[in-house]
């Protein structure tokens, strides 16, 4: 075998011939930055392909319509947000909704995805809009999607039945209002293989809008609305909600409780605080302070909390 050398009496490459060439490079380098964003329909199916191997010919416009109809309703950034958590896992969803993280997930490289909901209709060709808040006729159905896209599942079910079956169980806003939270993670703890990992997103009762309802901000208080009266200012806490009141759903766990329950079931890598805005500590005055004494500051101040964590080995 001869391997070829440079001939040194060959001209040096030019300036102009050398700019060129990074400027294409450059636009190479930006355009598949832009594909790895995932944001999207046609950068979603390049990642599927690229994750799981080109669909079938007869599927590829159903496919682009799914990936479309996901970017149109909100559901690219999220995944792309974790995708170095979730890539090659089996993922089990809690409480997904009529969403379709599902696909998404699966065009980033998740090997399986599994959605539950008690509330889930799985033949109705609706979904829900992450940012309009309201369901959309889709045109195709959580069946159509199983159909079309292999290693994805949705079931109509709240229980957590399975035995180490998942890598990685995600929740959003689902600890809240679970009656036991303490019951759904020994669920959770007994679904996921060994070093198996819970990513949950938690919404605080006690911050200043943990009542999730009217006024979320200071600036958006109307005091002559007198249902905002009431909530505002840690009001919720108190307030005796009637029943069938929306309140009477959240399980009021406090921060300390919550962290206590994780770590009996998991070893946590990551817990993050997310603060209420500013504005928000400087109506908690020294009256309010001392009127809401059986709480941390972080109970009060605190707007959410997102934790990572590693399934532990219990004996």
């Given at each position: 075998m001869t391997i070829e050398t440079a001939d040194a009496t060959a001209p040096a490459t030019k300036p102009a011939d050398a700019a060129a060439l990074t400027a294409t490079l450059g636009a190479i380098v930006a355009q598949a930055v832009e594909v790895r964003k995932a944001a999207t329909?046609?950068?979603?199916?390049?990642?599927?392909?690229?994750n799981n191997g080109a669909?079938?010919?007869?599927?590829?416009?159903?496919?682009?319509?799914?990936?479309?109809?996901?970017?149109?309703?909100?559901?690219?950034?999220?995944?792309?947000?974790?995708?170095?958590?979730?890539?090659?896992?089996?993922?089990?969803?809690?409480d997904c909704g009529s969403t379709l993280y599902g696909p998404v997930f699966r065009a980033l490289g998740t090997t399986s995805y599994t959605g539950i909901d008690k509330q889930l209709t799985p033949t109705r060709k609706k979904f829900r809009s992450h940012l309009e808040k309201k369901n959309v006729d889709t045109g195709f159905s959580m069946v159509d999607v199983m159909r079309l896209i292999p290693g994805l599942s949705y079931m109509q079910t709240e229980e957590i039945v399975f035995?180490?079956?998942?890598?990685?169980?995600?929740?959003?806003?689902?600890?809240?209002?679970?009656?036991?939270?303490?019951?759904?993670?020994?669920?959770?703890?007994?679904?996921?293989?060994?070093?198996?990992?819970?990513?949950?997103?938690?919404e605080n009762f006690y911050s200043w809008s943990g009542h999730l309802t009217h006024p979320r901000t200071p600036s958006k208080y109307d005091p002559s609305d007198t249902g905002q009266?009431?909530?505002?200012?840690?009001?919720?806490?108190?307030?005796?909600?009637?029943?069938?009141?929306?309140?009477?759903?959240?399980?009021r766990l406090t921060l300390t409780e919550l962290r206590k329950i994780t770590n009996a079931y998991f070893e946590v890598s990551q817990w993050i605080e997310i603060p209420e805005r500013s504005s928000v500590k400087?109506?908690?005055?020294?009256?309010?302070?001392?009127?809401?004494?059986?709480?941390?500051?972080s109970d009060l101040t605190t707007k959410q909390i997102v934790c990572r964590a590693v399934k532990r080995e219990l004996f």
């Open positions: 329909a046609e950068s979603l199916l390049f990642n599927y392909v690229l669909p079938k010919d007869r599927h590829l416009q159903s496919m682009m319509k799914v990936m479309q109809t996901a970017v149109d309703l909100g559901y690219e950034s999220w995944p792309a947000e974790i995708r170095n958590l979730s890539v090659r896992r089996d993922l089990l969803h809690i035995r180490e079956a998942f890598d990685l169980a995600l929740m959003q806003a689902v600890t809240h209002t679970t009656p036991s939270v303490q019951t759904l993670f020994s669920q959770i703890h007994r679904s996921l293989r060994p070093n198996g990992e819970i990513w949950f997103m938690h009266a009431t909530m505002v200012d840690w009001g919720h806490i108190d307030f005796p909600a009637p029943e069938g009141h929306r309140l009477g759903a959240f399980n400087e109506r908690l005055t020294p009256a309010l302070r001392a009127k809401l004494s059986a709480y941390s500051d």
